[in-house]
């Protein structure tokens, strides 16, 4: 009951990553992705609920893509906003720039449903309302698709906060990390998931998504792709930039929803576990289902340590360690309150925070207490 859990927990954070190198560096490199004769045509597809204090700044930013004007539209979606959202989209509606607003509101899937099957471009971008490409972004995306083998791209995004915390340090290791990952897996073959704020997919491969529960469309749609037999690249290059919530309450809430749409997603890419899947199903085995089992091994984790501790000294100190651990994410807790910056607490921090999150929404998975909506998290 110690031993095990501790083995998977390392695993799915130390040794598949290490095993990811390794392989890596015996594969031979992936040929140049060959240049298109003819650019395709792109459509940039943004879901919004109420987004009026950022709705201006996305548009100007969006204008500013070095791809050909004449080969891309942008389609905005207003999920029943009650701001000034719809007045501002209805005021910069033109050829280039299409709006549909929808009354009701029914969650992010429901809007891409509804947008991306009327997209005329090959390419789709999807991105979020509060993030902002460089120029070069979009077409960083698209070269990819001259391989005939690549169904999605995923870009990079990088997290601007505005002033350093301790929360802020453990979540830029975290997403270095992620990061990492994500290429080393996009080098031996294909990548699972995607960022839902910079990733693009071949419009024709997107199959429409369950609209009565909660998913995350930038883990759904990906792995749709990958069933059908198309890889998920990840081009660091291709950057956004967004602007995190500076509430931990609301980065909290954030990660509980996340956690609990993972959980209601698991039936729609069961079938892709299966070893026939070959490295899409070790990966994700790897990097996510065990990823996910992690609040439950710590659980069983520190319990067996506990109950040892008294009949062991080596489990004393085990459990002695963890109590540490456990002090010193409270105390990365405490210092992100009273925003004070010390650096070693970020990591762990992060960690049990992200746990905590994930057990969360877990139990409101459990429970059939997340709706498929969202809420805009800003500061």
């Given at each position: 009951?110690?031993?095990?859990?501790?083995?998977?927990?390392?695993?799915?954070?130390?040794?598949?990553?290490?095993?990811?190198?390794?392989?890596?560096?015996?594969?031979?490199?992936?040929?140049?992705?060959?240049?298109?004769?003819?650019?395709?045509?792109?459509?940039?597809?943004?879901?919004?609920?109420?987004?009026?204090?950022?709705?201006?700044?996305?548009?100007?930013?969006?204008?500013?893509?070095?791809?050909?004007?004449?080969?891309?539209?942008?389609?905005?979606?207003?999920?029943?906003?009650?701001?000034?959202?719809?007045?501002?989209?209805?005021?910069?509606?033109?050829?280039?720039?299409?709006?549909?607003?929808?009354?009701?509101?029914?969650?992010?899937?429901?809007?891409?449903?509804?947008?991306?099957?009327?997209?005329?471009?090959?390419?789709?971008?999807?991105?979020?309302?509060?993030?902002?490409?460089?120029?070069?972004?979009?077409?960083?995306?698209?070269?990819?698709?001259?391989?005939?083998?690549?169904?999605?791209?995923?870009g990079e995004?990088?997290?601007?906060?505005?002033?350093?915390?301790?929360?802020?340090?453990?979540?830029?290791?975290?997403?270095?990390?992620?990061?990492?990952?994500?290429?080393m897996e996009?080098?031996?073959?294909?990548?699972?998931?995607?960022?839902?704020?910079?990733?693009?997919?071949?419009?024709?491969?997107?199959?429409?998504?369950?609209?009565?529960?909660?998913?995350?469309?930038?883990?759904?749609?990906?792995?749709?792709?990958?069933?059908?037999?198309?890889?998920?690249?990840?081009?660091?290059?291709?950057?956004?930039?967004?602007?995190?919530?500076?509430?931990?309450?609301?980065?909290?809430?954030?990660?509980?929803?996340?956690?609990?749409?993972?959980?209601?997603?698991?039936?729609?890419?069961?079938?892709?576990?299966?070893?026939?899947?070959?490295?899409?199903?070790?990966?994700?085995?790897?990097?996510?289902?065990?990823?996910?089992?992690?609040?439950?091994?710590?659980?069983?984790?520190?319990?067996?340590?506990?109950?040892?501790?008294?009949?062991?000294?080596?489990?004393?100190?085990?459990?002695?360690?963890?109590?540490?651990?456990?002090?010193?994410?409270?105390?990365?807790?405490?210092?992100?309150?009273?925003?004070?910056?010390?650096?070693?607490?970020?990591?762990?921090?992060?960690?049990?925070?992200m746990n905590?999150?994930?057990?969360?929404?877990?139990?409101?998975?459990?429970?059939?207490?997340?709706?498929?909506?969202?809420?805009?998290?800003?500061?």
């Open positions: 009951m110690f031993w095990a859990p501790l083995f998977l927990i390392l695993y799915t954070y130390m040794l598949y990553p290490l095993i990811l190198l390794v392989v890596r560096r015996f594969k031979t490199a992936r040929s140049t992705t060959p240049e298109f004769h003819e650019l395709p045509g792109v459509s940039v597809v943004v879901a919004v609920y109420n987004e009026e204090k950022t709705l201006d700044e996305k548009m100007k930013n969006l204008f500013m893509t070095d791809y050909p004007r004449e080969k891309i539209e942008f389609l905005f979606g207003s999920d029943g906003s009650d701001d000034r959202t719809n007045t501002i989209l209805l005021e910069q509606k033109d050829m280039a720039l299409k709006v549909d607003i929808f009354h009701q509101r029914r969650g992010k899937a429901a809007v891409l449903n509804e947008l991306i099957p009327r997209a005329r471009g090959e390419i789709v971008v999807l991105s979020d309302a509060n993030t902002f490409y460089l120029p070069s972004t979009i077409r960083l995306l698209v070269q990819h698709f001259s391989d005939s083998t690549v169904g999605a791209v995923c995004l990088i997290l601007e906060s505005d002033f350093h915390t301790v929360g802020g340090v453990g979540e830029g290791y975290y997403w270095r990390y992620e990061n990492r990952m994500k290429q996009s080098d031996l073959q294909t990548t699972v998931g995607a960022t839902g704020a910079v990733y693009a997919i071949r419009q024709r491969l997107f199959r429409p998504l369950p609209e009565h529960k909660p998913v995350m469309d930038d883990f759904i749609i990906p792995l749709s792709i990958v069933r059908q037999g198309y890889a998920v690249r990840y081009e660091p290059n291709a950057r956004a930039h967004e602007r995190p919530s500076n509430s931990v309450i609301g980065e909290f809430r954030r990660k509980v929803r996340i956690g609990a749409a993972n959980f209601y997603g698991l039936p729609e890419f069961v079938s892709l576990l299966h070893p026939c899947y070959g490295f899409a199903a070790l990966a994700l085995w790897s990097r996510k289902i065990l990823r996910w089992c992690v609040p439950f091994f710590m659980i069983v984790m520190i319990t067996a340590s506990v109950v040892l501790a008294g009949e062991s000294r080596f489990f004393y100190a085990i459990a002695s360690l963890e109590a540490a651990f456990f002090a010193s994410a409270f105390l990365g807790f405490v210092l992100e309150k009273v925003r004070l910056r010390i650096s070693i607490f970020g990591l762990p921090y992060y960690f049990v925070a905590v999150a994930l057990f969360v929404g877990f139990i409101k998975f459990a429970i059939g207490r997340q709706p498929a909506t969202w809420d805009v998290i800003r500061s």
